[in-house]
Each structure stands twice: as structure tokens, then as C-alpha cells.
């Protein structure tokens, strides 16, 4: 062919390819689609997790996360001790329900999504695509609870509640890593920033009704160890551990519990906010040195609250749900028994209640770091409040029973499988 023909031809070849990747821009020509930034939610009692798209608010899918629901049943049924644990955590923890999901977290290509199962007494993880099982690990006791992910997103940390110690997993696999030992009921564990530490917090037998901090150390018979520790991610030993209704004594708070129940942790990693069983409100913890309570913030409670006995508080929770926002200047607490959420200046602990719905159970900072995502657990709801103007942006319907709120991704092949 004739050169000058022959580029004729090709550039009228080119024209459609060169418009079709203007019309896509350089970077999508380059590149696939990534990942997309949802929140998880966990239907503790649907045994379901609704994937919230964390920008429109729109619900992505509802995952079943419990496929093997009746598989694993048989087998608890087919041993008296696990039926017995069973039946007791779905009484006593489940107000009359089985939990299939107390916490999860997806890895970071959003591909998978790990999901604790307390009455399963299991972590498995959830082929997204195709709503199959990828892995399990069963705990070496009866329940497992709370689940903590590491800064790069490869490794989890689970609380396995009846054996007092945590298990660190591989995140996409499953597979066990190491474990630290934990008090009663290990409970909530938050990596730092960098992954060289991890505040852990055991929360003892919250099953038995009625506060019994006046007790002091004695209380630790009927309700158990608990304690607040910082456990070094290197070594996976406890640098340090405290009992907080004695630091709470000392700081002349006397009488209040020792069980620490969510956390938020400061920007500087030095000053922790927890919430304790019974209190309408936190406490300011300084883990420097040998630490020390520095303020406690006393919230108010609804008439029905103040007229609620302590013995019928939701697994002893008054308030169980807490979160900061990224310039740590304010908190976002769930008023649990009193059906709202507290805006909190962390300056002066000045608050503006924010009326929710009924047992907000959780609290969680959205991806941008300006709303907190807060769940009612009693109308089956997610309420996302704007941390500046402590109103609410947004209440998205969910499950029966949604719980913890986690951050996380959803691949972009993810989502084509789903449509």
C-alpha cells in the first residue's frame, strides 16, 4: 500500500480509540475503577451486614453473613456444653435472640469482609462476589464479641469472650497469627495510628445485673477481671493495665465500675474517653505515666432512664457508643438508655443533645471525619450527624437490630457481581 494511503488509514483507524479515552479522562484510561468507600452495618439480629454507600447514603446490598446458619446450629445442638452457652447468650446477651453479628471489617481491596458471630462462637471470612464462606476460625470458647483492625488492614484482632484472650488474625485468610491475654470478657480493641500499640479493654461478667463498684476489688468475684490495658504490637505484651474503677477512686469518683465499655482515643494517642458500665457519660484518661482520671463528663438521662433500676440497663450499658471526630475536637456519644446522642465539646464538655431514636448502640466517625454514624438499634435505623452543626444529615432504614458501625470498601468488581 501506498505510505500515504497507508496513513490515511491509520489515523482514520485511531480517531474512534483517542475520542473513546479522552471521553473516559487519563486516569481512567490508565486504570481500573477502585474500590468504593461504604459503611458496614451489622444486623446483629437479622444476621445481615447493609453495605452503606459512605457518600450518597444509598444501601448497596444486604449480606447475609450467616449462610451456614443451620450447619453450625446442629453442631452446638449435637454438644450439651456449646447448647448450653448457646442458649444462655441468646438470653442473657440476646435479649431473647441468636447474634449473628457483633463486628466487621473488610480487607482493604474490598473483596472480603470478616464478621464476628458471637452466637456462632466464630470469625468467618465473606466472599463479597458471591456471598460464599471464605474461611472460619472457631473460638477456643463459647462467644466471640468486639474485632479490631490493623493501620495497613491485614491483620484483625477478636475477642474471644469466654476464653479471656484475643486472637490476632490474618485478615484474607484467617489464618492465627498470635494472642495477648485479656481479662473477663475481653471486650474493644483500637490499634494506634502507626500499629506500635493497642488499647484493650475487658468489661467481666456484663450478664449479672446491678452495678457493684461500691465493692471495690471485691467486686471482681462476681463480676470479674476487668481491666483497661495497652498492649505492645511488637511483642504482643501489656506494657501497661489498669483498673479504672480504682483510678476513678482515686481521682474521687468512688463507687463507679471498672468496666470499660467503647473508647475513643485521642489524636495524640495519649488521652483516652471511656465510657464505664452504668455511667451516663465518660471519662477523660490520662495514659501517660502511671495514669489518671483527669475529668469525667457527667451527661443527662431521660425521665424514663432516671426511672429505670440499673439492673434492667442493657448489658449494664447506660451509655454505649462513642467516637471523635478527626480534628478531636468534639465527641459523638450514645446516650444508650436515654434514646440520643451527644455532641460534646472535648474542650469544655459542653453537650447538645440530639434526640436519635430508641437504644443508640454505637457510634462511628464517617470516612471524611466531620459525621458520626450512630445506629438505633430500636427502630432499625442508622442516624449520620453532622459533628459541626449537631444535626442530623441522614436516617437510613437497616436491619433488625444493627449494632456496630465499621468503615470499609467494596471493589469495583464487587459491584458489578452485585447488579
Known sequence: MHRPLLATVGLILLIPVTVWAIAR?????????????????????????DVIDAATYRRLKRVDVAPDRAARIAEIKANPVKLAYYLAIGQLVGEGHDQLVDDMFSTPDGTLLAVSRPSLADVVGINLATGKIAWRFPMEG???????????????????????????????????????????????????????????ASIGRVYVPGNLGALGQAASIVKGKQVFQIVDNKTFGI????????????????????????????????????????????????????????????????????????????????????AMNAAGTSLCVAGTMSDYAAIVSRESFRHTIIPVGPKPYWATTGPTGKTCWMSTSGNDQVAVIDYATKKIVKRIPVGDHPQRIREGRVAAKVLTAWK
Open 142 to 200: 463459647y462467644r466471640t464479641d468486639h474485632m479490631g483492625v490493623s493501620p495497613d488492614g491485614r491483620r484483625l484482632l477478636v475477642s474471644d469472650s469466654t476464653a479471656n484472650k484475643v486472637h490476632e488474625l490474618e485478615l484474607r485468610t484467617g489464618r492465627k497469627l498470635r494472642e495477648f491475654p485479656s481479662g473477663d470478657t475481653p471486650h474493644e480493641s483500637n490499634y494506634t495510628k502507626n500499629g506500635d500499640r493497642i488499647f484493650h
Open 239 to 322: 506494657t501497661k493495665q489498669w483498673d479504672i474503677g480504682q483510678k476513678l477512686d482515686e481521682a474521687g469518683y468512688p463507687g463507679m465500675s471498672s468496666a470499660v465499655r467503647p473508647m475513643a482515643v485521642a489524636p495524640d494517642e495519649r488521652f483516652v474517653y471511656l465510657q464505664v458500665s452504668f455511667f451516663h457519660g465518660f471519662v477523660e484518661f490520662d495514659t501517660a505515666g502511671a495514669g489518671k482520671v483527669t475529668r469525667v463528663a457527667l451527661l443527662p438521662q431521660s425521665e424514663e432512664a432516671k426511672k429505670t433500676p440499673e439492673s434492667q440497663y442493657v448489658l449494664n450499658s447506660a451509655h454505649h457508643g462513642i
Open 25 to 49: 479522562g487519563p486516569a481512567d484510561a490508565a486504570t481500573s475503577p477502585g474500590p468504593r468507600t461504604v459503611m458496614y452495618v451489622g444486623n446483629n439480629w437479622d444476621g445481615t451486614a
